[in-house]
């Protein structure tokens, strides 16, 4: 029988807020509870703040691209960034053990062409309907044996989004968070907001906002707030200020990272009845699905003007929450995990 999992590589680094690098950062600090450590190799640089904190947590960075730091037993993991696979033939020159963690919906070109060429030894998902999904569309490229999927139970460190459970009630803030991407804007964002109806005076923020998103849905009313990014203000006082997370998208989320997120620090989400929202809320009980841009606005318009309901919903979300991303069931799943890695050929 072979060793334990003794350390593991990831290519690519932690970020602030949602996606795959919150989720990075929150999966490190359960493979170090497994004992294994942990080693980044940056695709593009490294973020001084979050590298200082890795740092002293004992993660171990290396250089930009530093391949040689591989050895044959070494895995190395990479979390939905496409560059990884078109690095296969250089990274495969120092091991085999190749993981490839598509954190989207969809298939990339470069994730078909690796797997065609048998570069990724295992592919892993955050849901399994996904998984199901992309193992079918896949499988028929290359029938090879020494090619797996799995699904992993993701963890989210809630600790690090506190619970607020006394926010204005002079004031109703609704808002949306994610990277500054028009992908993430539903056209119809701006419409839905002006249609929200509230008792009080309406506050809107966005955070990841940019002129791309702008020329997409239009120019917001003086009364939304739009932020770039989390250097302005960072996520945990943008989930402070906002009593819903309104959210309607033109994409379809995997296993959304602000689900978690909203739902421990108290934040009702409103999102699209579709994907992996349909997984994660529980319709009228720790949020809303909606179908169409009239429910949008009528069940933020609920929240609005039933504060009592929506506190209910917020604590019945937070534990929700608890129980998805828990840290025991996440741990298990790891474990089962690096043990089938370690199985992997050298």
Known sequence: MKTPLKRIFVYGFPHTYGGAGTELDHHIRVWQRLGVEVHLIPSWGTMKPIAADLLQRGVIIHEKDEWAALTPEDPILCLCNPYFLTLMPEIRQHTRRTVWMNCMTWIFDQEKAAMEQGHIALFLYQNDNVRQAHQAALRPLNGSHDIHFRTVTPYFHEADFPYIGDRPSDTFCCGRISRASPDKYARNTLRIYEGLASPVPKKGLFLGY?????????????????????????????????????????TTENWPRIGFEAMASGSVLIVDNRGGWRQMVKHGITGWLCNHERDFIYYASKMAYEPNLRADMAEAAREWGLQLGGLSASMESWEEVFAAINQLPE
């Open 210 to 250: 940019d002129e791309r998103c702008e020329e997409k849905i239009g120019t917001p009313s003086p009364w939304i707030r739009t932020i770039p990014n989390s250097n302005t203000l960072s996520p945990q006082d943008f989930y402070r200020q906002c009593h819903i997370i309104l959210q309607p998208t033109n």
